[in-house]
């Protein structure tokens, strides 16, 4: 076979063109660097690069959803924090009007006073936080308490009854079990702790509760013909001090148990305090997580520079080295070729 000019010049301009081609490829490589641009040319590292993305984006949502749990019970904090206020300032009223020496007029004006402090507590207790009710348990919408005929309500349902304004359920059992399953309604959100089912059913231990019912804390149900809600029994105070017979007998139950479900709201305010500091917990773990995460991408995506620089200077000198030898290769004439 006879090998001509043109076969030499069209095989060299097409490795020629092989060679320019590669060292653009690594020229991008040293500007990028990155290992590939295709996941066709990294087969493995491309799913390796994908799972990793893809568990980036789990902590990115895992961030946010902690810095939203966490402006919520810092404004349930600061709501509880004023309902606290309000509880100590009705324990400090209440002290003076049970003395001895208080008249008629004295014990109206506390009575008074301790009615500012109901209608402050009500509206801390209905407080909101961006879309949704702070203690309104899992509804986002139902404005949680309501005041009617003298009766505090709790999404429609009386929170020392456990009925609704018809009376409905009639049972005193059933009724006292609606109110502990409003009082213990739970809003679960993933944290990135792992969230798992048994079967069909939420491992509780693997998200986080974020909700917050306002008769968890203030008090539900009667015992012995007393309300254990915090805000009926400070109107059960205050009408015992407006009543023209006051008698210290009469008064004490009420304020007997009002110094036992106080302590509640405290409870409360200590939990969201622990709730917070796990919170912060969860944000430096989640943070640790995108470093780490973060680290092994770079590892999977991106060359060493030093290698790049070097493998694009070694073709660089492989392509001029092409240019070098084509210049004899095509100065070659007909007449050369026939000598």
Known sequence: MRITTSMMSSRYIRNLNKSANEMNYLSERVE????????SEDPISAIKAYKLRREYRKTEQYDINVKDVN???????????????????????YLRGITGTMGTEEREAIAKELEN???????????????????????????????DGGELYYKGVNVNTGRDKDGNPADPDEALEVLKKLANEKAYVDLGLGMT???????????????MSGISFMGYGETDG????????????????????FSLNDISPYLARFEKQKNNVLVAVTDIGA????????????????????????????????????????????YNAALAMGNK???????????
């Open 32 to 39: 990028t660097g990155r290992k590939f641009f295709k996941g």
């Open 275 to 318: 709730k917070t500091n796990y919170l912060d917990f969860l944000e430096v773990r989640n943070e640790d997580n995108q470093f780490n995460l973060n680290k092994k991408l770079l590892e999977v995506e991106m060359v060493d520079p030093a290698e790049a620089i070097v493998d694009f200077k070694m073709q660089e000198y492989a």
């Open 117 to 147: 402090l109901q209608a402050s507590i009500l509206t801390s207790l209905n407080a909101q936080f961006e879309d949704r009710y702070v203690f309104g348990g899992t509804s986002k919408d139902v404005l949680p308490f309501t005041v």
């Open 226 to 245: 007393i309300s254990n809600n915090i805000y009926t029994l400070i109107g059960n105070i205050k009408d015992e001090l407006r009543d023209p017979n």
């Open 71 to 93: 402006s919520f019970l810092t404004s349930a904090e600061t709501n509880m924090t004023e309902i606290g206020e309000n509880i100590k300032s009705t324990y400090e009223l």
């Open 197 to 211: 089912f048994d079967g069909n059913k939420l491992n509780e231990d693997t998200v986080f509760n974020m909700s």
């Open 329 to 339: 290769i095509l100065q070659n004439s007909f007449i050369d070729f026939m000598k």
